[in-house]
């Protein structure tokens, strides 16, 4: 197998569209209003072009201000759309999606960049771009669905501990479900990629299995950090019965 990945045609690459095609008919048929699907693919196809540029000329300048400013803007724009479920709360809750996102998030990568990795430089963005963009859009996605469960839960007046509760293993439903899928169902993006390019299965699940291991930690703590700084905006005259009590018997 080549060592490198075979490169797509433009005219082959559009046909990789017919699928897409079929769903947008779907929903023009089921009178669903396909024009956001439509709208989704086309902002797909332009930002992924877009970046494709953007990336070649970040990879080989090599700078580490250029490096850490694409990271902070990973972690502005995910934490503000993380927040879109609950939008009449976004302005407040936005820190507190920022913070879980920086510690979560900025945390894991450092410990897989630094120690599991040792990159050398530490910035190398040929690496940390990609597997930041992993650990961002995991920890988005799990606040994403916390805040979603957690505002459905209290609005069907859940104490503030059972709702936090639920939504956090709402917010790992996903990733959970990938632990057991990997390997027998799927064989994930990361893993794919590599053996497409040439590199041995068992290396390739290494990587894997780092992959999975700091998402799941991203994801999961910075869903639990957000739904714990989230509280008080949540629960705005929150008082001491908001949280679940432990009892062991009747009264």
Known sequence: M?????????????????PVCVVLAILFKWGLAPGRTLYATGRM?????????????IFDARNVWITLTVLSVMVVSSSWIALGVVKEKRGKLYGKAFLAVVVGGGATLAIVTQVVLRLEPWYNPRVMIPLAGMIFSNSMNCISLGAERIQAELD????????RGVAFRA??????????????????????????SGVDPLIA?????MVMCMVFGAGGISSA???????????????????????????
């Open 225 to 251: 950090l957000f739904l714990t700084l989230a509280r008080p905006v949540l629960v705005e005259n929150a008082g001491p019965d908001d949280e679940p009590e432990n009892h062991h018997g009747s009264a």
């Open 205 to 209: 699940a290494r990587y894997q299995i």
């Open 156 to 163: 069907r007046s859940e104490p503030y501990g059972k709702a």
């Open 45 to 57: 196809l332009l930002q992924l072009l877009l970046i494709g540029y953007v990336l070649t000329y």
């Open 2 to 18: 080549s060592a490198s990945a075979t490169t797509i045609p433009l005219a082959d690459l559009a046909f990789s569209f017919i």
């Open 171 to 196: 917010a790992l439903i996903p990733m959970t479900n990938a632990f057991f899928a990997v390997g027998l169902v799927s064989l994930p993006g990361m893993m794919t990629g590599q053996i497409l």
